[in-house]
């Protein structure tokens, strides 16, 4: 049996997908031509989203992803936390290194979760709350990460964000509109790839199984 579906609520996240996806922003009449719906439809939808601040409209005219979303993207991240935690615990235990949960936030990354092996004696104390560019570090580099086109499964770098540490990170795939990763971090020497890139992996996978 087919689910129904509210049109109206469909038509306004379709508006708001686009408008993600658009950073400078669209006009009502771009709006309608890309989703296909009549420009009064869309001014209506507009309207609405502004008055929940979920869109914001320029001088221009042009439409954008208002600030109201930051009040739903905030009550994300503690699902995220728990969902992925135990996933993050057991990777940390298995390879004696610090384990993180990463997510993009615009073009930095941003550590979500942290878990710290509790049998070393030594281990990395990595903050949550951490931000460095996307760009720098295993754990940005892997969420920029396209294995499907042919890129490696995992990023291994070394010193990049501080001297002597050693991260390895694999992206979270298949999960629609998150940008995140799981990764080690460690301090003490190199990582021995062939044991470590196996579980990190496997445990960005779980992670993107729970989030499904």
Known sequence: ????MSQTLDRGLRVLLALAEAPRGLTASE?????DVNRTVVYRLIATL????????????????????LRIASAVQPLLRDLATPVLRSLAEAVGCTAHLTVADGDEALSLAVVEPTWTDFHVSYRVGTRHPLTAGAAGKAILLRPESGESAYVLTSGELQAGAHGL?????????LRASVGIVTLGGDIDEEVVAPRVVAAAQQVADRLR
Do not use: I
């Open 1 to 4: 049996m087919t689910t129904e």
């Open 31 to 35: 709006l309608a031509l890309q989703l």
């Open 50 to 69: 502004e008055h929940h601040s979920l869109v914001r409209r320029d001088a221009r005219g042009r439409h954008y992803v208002g600030l109201g979303v």
């Open 169 to 177: 990170a694999a992206p979270v795939l298949g999960v629609e509109g």
